[in-house]
T-cell receptor, first 114, second 110 residues
Framework: DTAVSQTPKYLVTQMGNDKSIKCEQN?????MYWYKQDSKKFLKIMFS???????INETVPNRFSPKSPDKAHLNLHINSLELGDSAVYFC?????????????FGSGTRLTVV | DAKTTQPPSMDCAEGRAANLPCNHS???????VYWYRQIHSQGPQYIIH???NNETNEMASLIITEDRKSSTLILPHATLRDTAVYYC???????????FGTGTQLKVEL
């Protein structure tokens, strides 16, 4: 199936740990994103990569580091996890040029920091 | 990206048309109107988008006013599975970020 897939779907971890979330898309898109949805359900962009190049970097703590080994993958590594990092993280992808395409989102990774 | 204003909630009877309004009075000439929905914490799902003309696809219709300051998403025959938060977003697209507001919680009832 063509899709944006994220792993893991659920992640429970203790404060201070380091964790990674992986994202892969097989849609042939050249741009990938990470969005965060907090407990109040607000969806906010964190990062965007185009062909392995960082193009959007919102005000995110530097404990969060995205890595894009190729244009089909965008991983999110989080160091020294804090309680406030608990949220649902969504990966998405799209084409870079033109407004004629929608964005495709993954099903999310629910991160719980205890 | 321009901001949008949507009603916080709407109800619709199953089988009836659901008309979801959106105001985007500060939209720029190169910005598209996108609609997404999120069903119970799943990933947002693209529904439809348009620039100036009305658009229709298998999911919905999008009506954009001539001055482009507002639009309406129409689900012609709403079902219980259409219960979701619907987001109206304006963006130039093309890799730029989508700025999500609070959306409209649509509840479809029997």
């Amino acid at each position: 199936d063509t899709a944006v897939s994220q792993t893991p779907k659920y992640l429970v971890t203790q404060m201070g740990n380091d964790k990674s979330i992986k994202c892969e898309q097989n849609l042939g898109h050249d741009t990938m994103y990470w969005y965060k949805q907090d407990s109040k359900k607000f969806l906010k962009i964190m990062f965007s990569y185009n062909n392995k190049e960082l193009i959007i970097n919102e005000t995110v703590p530097n404990r969060f580091s995205p890595k894009s080994p190729d244009k089909a993958h965008l991983n999110l590594h989080i160091n020294s996890l804090e309680l406030g990092d608990s949220a649902v993280y969504f990966c998405a992808s799209s084409f870079r040029t033109g407004g004629n395409y929608g964005y495709t989102f993954g099903s999310g990774t629910r991160l719980t920091v205890v | 990206d321009a901001k949008t204003t949507q009603p916080p909630s709407m109800d619709c009877a199953e089988g009836r048309a659901a008309n979801l309004p959106c105001n985007h009075s500060t939209i720029s000439g190169n910005e598209y109107v996108y609609w997404y929905r999120q069903i119970h914490s799943q990933g947002p799902q693209y529904i439809i988008h348009g620039l100036k003309n009305n658009e229709t696809n298998e999911m919905a219709s999008l009506i954009i006013t001539e001055d482009r300051k507002s639009s309406t998403l129409i689900l012609p025959h709403a079902t219980l599975r259409d219960t979701a938060v619907y987001y109206c977003i304006v963006s130039t697209g093309g890799g730029n970020k989508l700025t999500f507001g609070t959306g409209t919680q649509l509840k479809v009832e029997l």
